[in-house]
């Protein structure tokens, strides 16, 4: 059941992936995921289509991966279909390993513009989208998409067809209607169904927070892989720890106040690497928050780490919680 597999050419070993994440998965967060063991492949943050063409230069800095994370998958989105094309060939020829269209964004900016999650409701485009974009790249090609627009249409299984027959190497599925944001839970058992009206790989999302809950979805939706998001949020070690309860039956411990004190201290230096100190620091404000979830002391600190400037103070503060705190293992 937990076994590797292949999107096109490129095997996901072990079968666990880094969701999109905007503002969140750029090579910083990437590569922390990557270096804690257990993440099979990593996916971007979602690039604009139209940025792409127009060779946007807040874009194009985002463009940016290292052989260490491989195999990346590079996220679209996009509505106009020789756009969409345009795009992925650029990321093709960024050496993307994969390139991934979004059909499941539901934030206004996106959907009000046709892309994301309104493509669930035009899929002619998105049948469009999906031509062009294959006959653009030799590469992979994925989409990632929800349930449905409302709850009750599931226009998934229309677009997990088309997606089949414009020649999709694998389609993730997160388990909610774009009307419903995050509320209500995952619904995995319309993952299932999909995943036996297709021959692709299919990816399971949406609420694999824990070992056991990945061991269920992946039971209950019979999927070839899962995808996980808001749970690697502060805790990178996440893939490690459900690859190796699905490997061996084991349970690793939880990070201790130490060891989430010393990622955050290296996130915030691979994100000033990548985005110079000044928005380094601005950035990783939302990271230290999760960093520092469920530690004793927790508010005190975080009110302290929202107030600094640097990534020099934010080491400054880190260090000294770590020498306040007894060793101990961090509730998430
Ligand atoms: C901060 C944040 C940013 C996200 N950005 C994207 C994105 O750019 N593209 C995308 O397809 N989904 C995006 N998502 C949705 C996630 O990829 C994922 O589908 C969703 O969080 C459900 O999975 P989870 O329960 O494991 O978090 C985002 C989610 C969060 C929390």
């Known amino acids: 059941m ?9 095997k996901i070993d072990p079968p666990l992936i880094l969701a999109p994440m905007a503002g969140v998965t750029n090579r ?8 804690s063991g257990g993440c099979g492949l990593v996916t971007t943050e979602m690039f604009s289509a139209y940025a792409c063409k127009y060779r946007d230069p807040g874009t194009n800095t985002m463009i940016d991966w290292i052989e260490e994370e491989r195999p990346v998958s590079a996220q679209i989105f996009g509505g106009d279909p020789e756009t969409v094309a345009i795009a992925s060939r650029m990321l ?28 669930l409701k035009n899929l002619d485009t998105a049948r469009e989208i999906l031509i062009a974009a294959r006959q653009a ?16 249409d599931r226009q998934v299984f229309n677009l997990a067809k088309t997606a089949e027959i414009c020649g999709v190497d694998a ?37 694999v927070s824990t070992p056991y809950a990945a061991e269920e979805a992946l039971e209950r939706t019979g999927c070839d892989g899962l995808m996980i998001g808001r749970a690697s949020l502060g805790d990178p070690w996440i893939f490690n720890r459900i690859a190796e309860y699905l490997r061996t039956g084991a349970i690793l411990p ?19 690497e990548l985005l ?57």
Not at 2 to 10: D, E, V
Not at 257 to 268: N, S
């Open 254 to 272: 939880l990070p201790t106040v130490g060891e989430k004190l010393a990622a955050a201290r290296r996130h915030a230096v691979l994100l000033s």
């Open 171 to 207: 389609i993730s599925v997160h388990g909610r209607a774009a009307v419903q944001g995050y509320s209500g839970t995952a619904d995995w058992d319309i993952i299932a169904e999909v995943k036996n009206s297709v021959r692709v790989p299919v990816i399971a999302n949406g609420d």
């Open 2 to 10: 937990f076994s590797p597999f292949y999107i096109g050419n490129i």
């Open 28 to 35: 910083a967060f990437r590569t922390m995921c990557k270096q």
């Open 276 to 332: 110079g100190e000044r928005r380094a620091a601005k950035e990783m404000r939302g990271h230290l928050v999760w960093y520092v979830k469920g530690m004793p002391g927790a508010p005190r600190l975080r009110d302290r780490l929202m107030t600094t400037k640097s990534i020099e103070e934010i080491e400054e503060v880190l260090n000294e919680a770590g020498s306040e705190h007894q060793p101990g293992r961090v509730k998430t």
């Open 92 to 119: 093709q020829e960024a050496g993307a390993d994969i390139i991934d269209i979004n059909f499941g964004c539901p934030v206004p900016k996106v959907a009000r513009s046709g892309s994301g999650a309104a493509l």
């Open 137 to 152: 790249v030799t590469v992979p090609l994925t989409l990632k998409t929800r349930i449905g627009w409302n709850m009750d």
